[in-house]
Structure formats: structure tokens, C-alpha cells
T-cell receptor, first 116, second 114 residues
Framework: ETAVFQTPNYHVTQVGNEVSFNCKQTLGHDTMYWYKQDSKKLLKIMFSYNNKQLIVNETVPRRFSPQSSDKAHLNLRIKSVEPEDSAVYLC??????WGPGAETLYFGSGTRLTVL | GDSVTQMQGQVTLSEDDFLFINCTYSTTWYPTLFWYVQYPGEGPQLLLKVTTANNKGISRGFEATYDKGTTSFHLQKASVQESDSAVYYCVLGDLSSAGNKLTFGIGTRVLVRP
């Protein structure tokens, strides 16, 4: 049963354009994430937010900016896309960002970006 | 820093074969270990999770045992089905991971032929 919703499923654009991806979770979780999955299926964290506050910001180009209006929503904007941005962007959530052990992530189905 | 080594980029099996995916990890903290599975067109989903308190996880016929001595967390299933075709990730988390930043292995693609 899907509880992390991402839109759009696919997006094709030209180099230099701006794109935005949306993510919403209905699990009541406090923490949300953006991951990038490349063509070899490698997964890398980009950002994480806890209750609308940025807590992890990995080394990503400055053209990437996350936006959170409330703890159930985390969007991703790419200001001027480059060919290397072609990938699947996965949104995830977890109950919290810290506990007695690492928290389980719940992923959406992803947004596939193709930059021509 | 933390690391996960997952060998075998792709494994091809026939139905009812035994599946074994090798995973080792490195961390200076008490680990939480996961196996996630990703089916085509979907995001990864939790398959099983193990902490130091419960060193074995079992789910949907899959099992993995945390071995502190060999720092391993191999995944196995006695008899695979075509529906098990997916990418499997070994994942490490620990209390040093600010913001619950998990470390993913490279993923092992499993193809089960009917």
C-alpha cells in the first residue's frame, strides 16, 4: 500500500530548464528524504528534513534546492538542469531521524528525469 | 566512515534454486542492518531489519543473520520464485548517522527464470 506519493512519474526536459518534483507522505512521519538513483541503481542521499528543518545536506550542486512546507511534504527543485542530472529521484520518509537504532525508510516510486 | 560491500552485481537463477547474496559491513558503532528490495518500476521497500538485540531477520522466506565476528549480513532464500526477480540492497545504519543517513550497498540484481 503506497503511502509516499511522488509526482510526476516521468519528466523529460532540455538542458538549462528548471524542474520541480513533489513528494507527500501520509504516514505521519517526522522525517523526509531525497535520494538519487543513477543508471547503475546506485542510491545516494541528497537531503533530509526533520519537521521542516534541514538536517542533512550532502554535497550536491547548488542548483538543487529542497523545499518543505510542512512535515508531510518535501519538494525538490533543480534550477538549471544538466545532462548528469538524468536519474531517478526517490523520496522517502521515516518516523523520526534518530532512535535506539537506525530508522526504516519508506520510499515512493520515484520520478525519472531525462535531460536532453 | 561506514561502508557496505555487496558482491555479485547480478545473479541469475532458476525457480526453486537457492539464493545467497554476500554482504559485509564496516562501522565503529552498533549497527542496524537492513535488506531492501526494489521491484521494477517501484521504490525500494524494506525486506528485513536486524539490530544487535535480535541478530536474525526472517521475512517472506528470506533470512539474514548478523554476524559480529565476520561483520557479515548475508541474505539467503531456500527456494526462489520468478516473482523474486528484483534488485536487493544491503544497508547499514548506526547511531553515528546524523539524520538517519543510511549507507546503501551497490545492489544485487537477481533474475529468476521460470
Amino acid at each position: 500500500e503506497t503511502a509516499v506519493f511522488q509526482t510526476p512519474n516521468y519528466h523529460v526536459t532540455q538542458v538549462g530548464n528548471e524542474v520541480s518534483f513533489n513528494c507527500k507522505q501520509t504516514l505521519g512521519h517526522d522525517t523526509m528524504y531525497w535520494y538519487k538513483q543513477d543508471s547503475k541503481k546506485l542510491l545516494k542521499i541528497m537531503f533530509s528534513y526533520n519537521n521542516k528543518q534541514l538536517i542533512v545536506n550532502e554535497t550536491v550542486p547548488r542548483r538543487f534546492s529542497p523545499q518543505s512546507s510542512d512535515k508531510a511534504h518535501l519538494n525538490l527543485r533543480i534550477k538549471s538542469v544538466e545532462p548528469e542530472d538524468s536519474a531517478v529521484y526517490l523520496c522517502a520518509s521515516s518516523a523520526r531521524d534518530w532512535g535506539p537504532g537506525a530508522e526504516t525508510l519508506y520510499f515512493g516510486s520515484g520520478t525519472r528525469l531525462t535531460v536532453l | 566512515g561506514d561502508s557496505v560491500t555487496q558482491m555479485q552485481g547480478q545473479v541469475t537463477l532458476s525457480e526453486d534454486d537457492f539464493l545467497f547474496i554476500n554482504c559485509t559491513y564496516s562501522t565503529t558503532w552498533y549497527p542496524t542492518l537492513f535488506w531492501y528490495v526494489q521491484y521494477p518500476g517501484e521504490g525500494p521497500q524494506l525486506l528485513l531489519k536486524v539490530t544487535t538485540a535480535n541478530n536474525k531477520g526472517i521475512s517472506r522466506g528470506f533470512e539474514a543473520t548478523y554476524d559480529k565476528g565476520t561483520t557479515s549480513f548475508h541474505l539467503q532464500k531456500a527456494s526462489v520464485q520468478e516473482s523474486d526477480s528484483a534488485v536487493y540492497y544491503c544497508v547499514l545504519g548506526d547511531l553515528s548517522s546524523a539524520g538517519n543517513k543510511l549507507t546503501f550497498g551497490i545492489g544485487t540484481r537477481v533474475l529468476v527464470r521460470p
